[in-house]
């Protein structure tokens, strides 16, 4: 069956290794935190200023004066630092990040990324990502395979205006987890019980298969 939000934050966070600074996006990649395989030294990042953060908080243990990027509440761990988002965007253009998770809205198959609005409805603003999907070099992104109206958000060409071309590396959502290559989204993996062919079905994008597909393992 597909993975809800937490499923697809614990399969991400199989994606992060010892030693990574990590810049999490808002909404599901902030969960990816809660996630990280035990005996890991990772550093998450928010471009607002903070290094050091921890878990997402549970309702109740909020604290309101810790916020990410994205006015999220956040957690921190012992040792954070708090800097001015100067510093924070120095690190990120300086390519001092080793992944990138973020949040999105459409993906075409050739790697671009749309997630910061939606004409006439919707104005999250393009905030940090504009200059992370510049600067970094291994962003990948969470998000639902289909909208609410059941159509794929996984594109030939992204009908949203853009945050970056060309740029977006691999794709997790709650059916598949995906890779963009120069003929399009290659499937890597799906979700326990979805089949190839319901996928397949609600990818817009040229589906490149090759041979068998495995389950995603997410404990």
């Given at each position: 069956?597909?993975?809800?939000?937490?499923?697809?934050?614990?399969?991400?966070?199989?994606?992060?290794?010892?030693?990574?600074?990590?810049?999490?996006?808002?909404?599901?990649?902030?969960?990816?935190?809660?996630?990280?395989?035990?005996?890991?030294?990772?550093?998450?990042?928010?471009?607002?200023?903070?290094?050091?953060?921890?878990?997402?908080?549970?309702?109740?243990?909020?604290?309101?004066?810790?916020?990410?990027?994205?006015?999220?509440?956040?957690?921190?761990?012992?040792?954070?630092?708090?800097?001015?988002?100067?510093?924070?965007?120095?690190?990120?253009?300086?390519?001092?990040?080793?992944?990138?998770?973020?949040?999105a809205m459409e993906?075409?198959?050739?790697g671009d990324i749309?997630?910061?609005?939606?004409?006439?409805?919707?104005?999250?603003?393009?905030?940090?990502?504009?200059?992370?999907?510049?600067?970094?070099?291994?962003?990948?992104?969470?998000?639902?395979?289909?909208?609410?109206?059941?159509?794929?958000?996984?594109?030939?060409?992204?009908?949203?205006?853009?945050?970056?071309?060309?740029?977006?590396?691999?794709?997790?959502?709650?059916?598949?987890?995906?890779?963009?290559?120069?003929?399009?989204?290659?499937?890597?993996?799906?979700?326990?019980?979805?089949?190839?062919?319901?996928?397949?079905?609600?990818?817009?994008?040229?589906?490149?298969?090759?041979?068998e597909i495995p389950?995603?393992?997410?404990?």
């Amino acid at each position: 069956m597909p993975l809800d939000k937490t499923g697809i934050a614990k399969r991400i966070a199989q994606e992060v290794k010892d030693g990574y600074y990590v810049n999490l996006g808002i909404g599901i990649p902030t969960l990816v935190a809660n996630y990280v395989p035990a005996g890991l030294n990772v550093e998450f990042q928010s471009e607002n200023g903070v290094l050091g953060m921890g878990p997402f908080p549970f309702d109740g243990d909020e604290d309101a004066d810790v916020i990410n990027a994205g006015k999220q509440t956040i957690t921190t761990l012992p040792g954070a630092s708090f800097f001015d988002s100067a510093l924070s965007f120095s690190m990120i253009r300086g390519k001092h990040v080793d992944l990138t998770i973020l949040g999105a809205m459409e993906v075409s198959e050739n790697g671009d990324i749309a997630n910061w609005k939606i004409p006439g409805k919707m104005v999250k603003g393009m905030g940090g990502a504009m200059d992370l999907v510049a600067s970094a070099e291994n962003i990948i992104v969470a998000m639902m395979h289909v909208n609410k109206a059941g159509e794929s958000k996984l594109l030939k060409k992204c009908s949203l205006p853009l945050t970056g071309v060309s740029c977006v590396k691999k794709i997790f959502t709650e059916l598949a987890v995906l890779e963009i290559t120069p003929n399009g989204f290659k499937l890597l993996e799906r979700a326990p019980g979805v089949t190839v062919d319901y996928i397949k079905s609600v990818t817009e994008g040229n589906l490149i298969i090759e041979g068998e597909i495995p389950e995603m393992k997410i404990d």
